[in-house]
């Protein structure tokens, strides 16, 4: 534990002050997430090492501890002192430990501040062990007994006290979209233009990052630009418009259940055929593949990325685009949950060959990209913020080789991370999201009549 | 001499049951059905998990340390090599002198190169804090296995030994961390029905929607 035992963090005072009810509870819950395939993982660790330099937080600080295999044997230790014959008879030759406040310690400090969940380590595995799927099994055990850093847990309470994660309110929330409306409105040049809320009946509810709203609303009127210049019938939800859902990162199943079950259900109550989710990772991830899992049902209506939508748009010549609009060196940062653990690997780069006259792949980049350090709730952990801009050193390093002007990143979280590295580590870059770039190519006749838009 | 080539099989045989208990009781944990739509295909990522993707231009942790997976690669041939040694000698076949020979290279290669990963789980700070003392144990008893081998390929006199080491090394197979010989494929098809169901793997797909 890198807390000093007398540390006064609210946290560590928490484990300090742990129950023996509370271990049999973490335990219980950390039992409940074990399935055959955990389980199979777990069994198959040879603690090779192979897989420490492919996490950026090994790679920035070289710390042992940070090594993915490390990270795993703090949670594989645990379970070999229940699940095995010689981790519960000889449990010093096998490394195996009793959950202790020592090792709970050490589980918050490792799993909580030096994972983003990413998912990197997988892919170098020998044994091809889903690593991050464990470390979530503990923190979701964690989680049990109100041991998640604060900042997360409280962006997951928010979320589930008010219906997205910064609080903001039905009337702010409408306000905002009013707002947009006109300004979209004047720099369109078209009077019809519309950002459309609870429409019902609309093909498709768009969900968008709260901090869209708040910090990036250029964010949301690109989308809108994007929407009306491809004649679609769409709508925000008034009341259910959050695509995050910090459960994910918190391993709390129940509330990640809540806050992505509101969005598929508010799409069925205004009757769209398709939840289309803004340039968020995480998102993604939660609300089209782990959102069924959490509920237990498929999700009845399709769930899709805003990048899959643009790129059909412009494969059936519903978006003109010049790319001469953007004339500077562009590079794609690939966030992990919509990459590697999403599947969306092709989509902003076929937008981007379109809508960018200049592009320069990372290296590595797609499925093999290193995370920028901002996923796995790090953002909301104030109390980790030092290892994460000491661990995206690894992703400022690798946009600076590009020589890139431009950073574009399908991502929220991963622009304020990146914003932060830019400032940090004097990156001198803009930082887009992909929607942002595609507006600014749109060619838009002013006052082009479109049937699909009901006229105001 | 005769109750150790029984030995051999009797070991070998009780191993492999155990093994298969363990993946039995593995699977005892249940497994979740997935009710999320795939977006790509499991069996490709099965695929890939047991082939491309384990090669160094593929793979970058082999890459990185090609002289770590060289070895890595040695070390396993060896110890089937041995394997298949000790069940021939078990079962008093005559190995033709060619096979011998190339039994002989095995075994001297998959030795050489568990000694060097052992001594780099020794030396190296970071592998030293990752490993606990099953690591080195297993890691001991598997290059004493190989060298009685190959020992025993030249000196008759060293059989008896090589084939004790092989029992304790059968039987040691479902306590420690050898028992990976078994979730490895368990594992590797895991990780490529998670990836190629997600449309991650394999590899990526030209820029197109």
């Given at each position: 534990m890198t807390m000093p035992p007398n540390s006064s963090d609210p946290l560590f005072e928490r484990i300090r002050g742990l129950s023996e009810k509370d271990r049999q509870k973490i335990f219980k819950v950390f039992r409940e997430k074990l399935d055959a395939d955990a389980v199979a993982y777990l069994n198959s660790c040879v603690h090779c090492g192979l897989c420490a330099d492919s996490c950026h937080y090994y790679l920035a600080t070289g710390e042992p501890e940070a090594a993915p295999a490390a990270k795993l044997d703090l949670v594989n230790k645990i379970f070999k002192k229940r699940y095995t014959l010689l981790g519960r008879t000889l449990p010093q030759l096998v490394g195996a430990r009793e959950l202790s406040r020592e090792t709970v310690g050490e589980w918050v400090d490792s799993l909580f501040g030096r994972c983003t969940l990413c998912g990197r380590c997988s892919l170098s595995c020998t044994m091809g062990i889903n690593i991050f799927s464990l470390i979530r099994a503990a923190r979701s055990a964690l989680a049990a007994v109100g041991l998640v850093p604060p900042g997360l847990q409280s962006t997951v309470d928010t979320a589930i006290r008010t219906g997205n994660n910064m609080g903001i309110s039905k009337e702010n929330w409408l306000e905002t979209v009013a707002w947009l409306e006109e300004e979209l409105r004047n720099e369109v040049g078209d009077g019809r233009v519309r950002l459309p809320v609870d429409r019902e009946g609309a093909r498709i509810l768009y969900a968008i990052n709260p901090r869209e709203a708040m910090f990036f609303p250029l964010s949301i009127s690109a989308v809108g630009k994007i929407f009306h210049a491809a004649g679609e019938d769409w709508t925000f939800s008034s009341t259910n418009?959050?695509?995050?859902?910090y459960g994910l990162y918190n391993g709390d199943d129940e509330a990640a259940g809540i806050m992505s079950g509101r969005l598929l259900q508010a799409a069925k109550k205004l009757g769209c055929s398709e939840l289309v989710l803004a340039e968020c990772g995480h998102g993604f991830n939660s609300n089209r593949w782990q959102a069924p899992e959490w509920l237990g049902k498929k999700s009845g209506v399709k769930v899709r990325s805003i990048l899959q939508v643009v790129a059909e748009y412009i494969r059936d010549g519903r978006l003109r685009l010049d790319s001469s609009r953007n004339m500077k060196i562009h590079t794609l940062h690939d966030p992990c949950n919509l990459v590697r653990l999403g599947g969306i690997i092709g989509e902003q780069r076929y937008i981007l060959k379109h809508a960018v006259r200049n592009f320069i792949e990372m290296t590595?980049?797609?499925?093999k990209n290193y995370c920028c350090g901002g996923g796995g709730g790090q953002l909301a952990m104030t109390n980790f913020a030092k290892r994460r801009i000491e661990a995206g050193k690894i992703k400022a390093d690798q946009i600076q080789k590009t020589g890139a002007a431009v950073v574009v990143t399908p991502c929220h979280n991963c622009i304020d991370q990146l914003m932060e590295l830019n400032k940090h580590y004097k990156l001198g870059v803009e930082i887009k999201s992909v929607c942002e770039i595609v507006a600014d190519a749109l060619v838009i006749e002013p006052m082009k009549t479109n049937s699909a838009l009901p006229a105001i | 001499m005769a109750i150790l080539r029984t030995g051999v099989f009797i070991s070998l045989l009780a191993s492999l049951f155990l093994l298969t208990l363990q993946v039995f009781r593995t699977l005892n944990f249940g497994r979740r059905r997935l009710h999320s739509e795939a977006h790509g295909n499991r069996w490709k990522g099965v695929a890939y998990a047991f082939g491309r993707g384990m090669m160094p231009w593929e793979k970058e942790s082999a890459a990185r340390h090609l002289p770590t997976y060289i070895a890595g690669i040695l070390y396993h041939g060896g110890i089937f090599a041995a394997i298949f040694w000790a069940l021939v000698l078990a079962a008093t076949i005559h190995l033709p002198r060619a096979w011998l020979f190339f039994l002989q290279v095995a075994l001297a290669a998959g030795f050489s190169a568990g000694v060097g990963l052992l001594a780099k789980r020794a030396i190296k700070p970071e592998m030293r804090h990752l490993s606990c003392p099953d690591d080195f144990i297993a890691n001991s008893l598997a290059d004493l296995f190989i060298l009685s081998g190959l020992l025993a390929s030249r000196i008759e006199a060293v059989i008896p030994v090589f084939l004790t080491v092989a029992i304790i090394t059968f039987l040691s197979m479902p306590l420690g961390k050898i028992r990976h010989c078994f979730f490895f494929f368990y594992s590797r098809f895991l990780f490529g029905s998670y990836f190629g169901r997600r449309g991650v793997l394999p590899g990526t797909r030209p820029a197109k929607p």
């Open positions: 418009f959050d695509v995050t859902n590595p980049h797609g499925e | -």
